[in-house]
T-cell receptor, first 114, second 112 residues
Framework: GENVEQHPSTLSVQEGDSAVIKCTYS??????FPWYKQELGKRPQLIID?????GEKKDQRIAVTLNKTAKHFSLHITETQPEDSAVYFC?????????????FGKGTKLSVKP | DAGITQSPRYKITETGRQVTLMCHQT?????MFWYRQDLGHGLRLIYY???????DKGEVPDGYVVSRSKTENFPLTLESATRSQTSVYFC???????????FGPGTRLTVL
């Protein structure tokens, strides 16, 4: 089955710097890759996603890149702000597979220092 | 987000007791899920349901029971709670394959 590795587990940056979180997946048939942000005590919320027919997607300060050959995808946050501090989860799924359930990485705790 | 709710939000129980966590969604989503979240493990799938009366095991189903008699409800029961089931439990739902998955607000369960 699918396995998703996420790095780093913790990341500390200064306000205004960029942050990059990387994930690798094992199932080459995976075709959907969402990123969730979870603030302390809150539910995970989708912030951006990418499908396997696209190499990059941007939404204001957030971008995701996908390298299907290497089976990895990354979240890029530019001009970080204190409110970006949260735990970020990547996930992967083959929606055409037998189960089609998201497999999550273990999360990255991002701290943005003012 | 208001379309998926969980109750109770906090629960303290004792080892051996039966506990039921409720999940309700108003979107008529076909798929519903139960996850547990523990430090260092991320989000692990317990059970899922593709439609009413259809349920299947996820990664960590032992000690849990689910049912789905109505599309909008997906209760999770711990038949005999153990301390290892102390966790935060999230319910989630989505319309179908390829669609965005939304999470409920979570239930923090403590088993003493």
């Amino acid at each position: 089955g699918e396995n998703v590795e996420q790095h780093p587990s913790t990341l500390s940056v200064q306000e205004g710097d960029s942050a990059v979180i990387k994930c690798t997946y094992s199932d080459s048939a995976s075709n959907y890759f969402p990123w969730y942000k979870q603030e302390l005590g809150k539910r995970p919320q989708l912030i951006i996603d990418i499908r396997s027919n696209v190499g990059e997607k941007k939404d204001q300060r957030i971008a995701v890149t996908l390298n299907k050959t290497a089976k990895h995808f990354s979240l890029h946050i530019t001009e970080t702000q204190p409110e970006d501090s949260a735990v970020y989860f990547c996930a992967a799924v083959n929606y055409g597979g037998s189960q089609g359930n998201l497999i999550f990485g273990k999360g990255t705790k991002l701290s943005v220092k003012p | 987000d208001a379309g998926i709710t969980q109750s109770p939000r906090y629960k303290i129980t004792e080892t051996g007791r039966q506990v039921t966590l409720m999940c309700h969604q108003t979107w008529s989503h076909s798929y519903m899920f139960w996850y547990r979240q523990d430090l260092g493990h991320g989000l692990r799938l317990i059970y899922y349901s593709a439609a009413a009366d259809i349920t299947d095991k996820g990664e960590v189903p032992d000690g849990y029971v689910v049912s789905r008699s109505k599309t909008e409800n997906f209760p999770l029961t711990l038949e005999s709670a153990t301390r290892s089931q102390t966790s935060v439990y999230f319910c989630a739902s989505r319309t179908g394959r390829g669609d965005t998955q939304y999470f409920g607000p979570g239930t923090r369960l403590t088993v003493l």
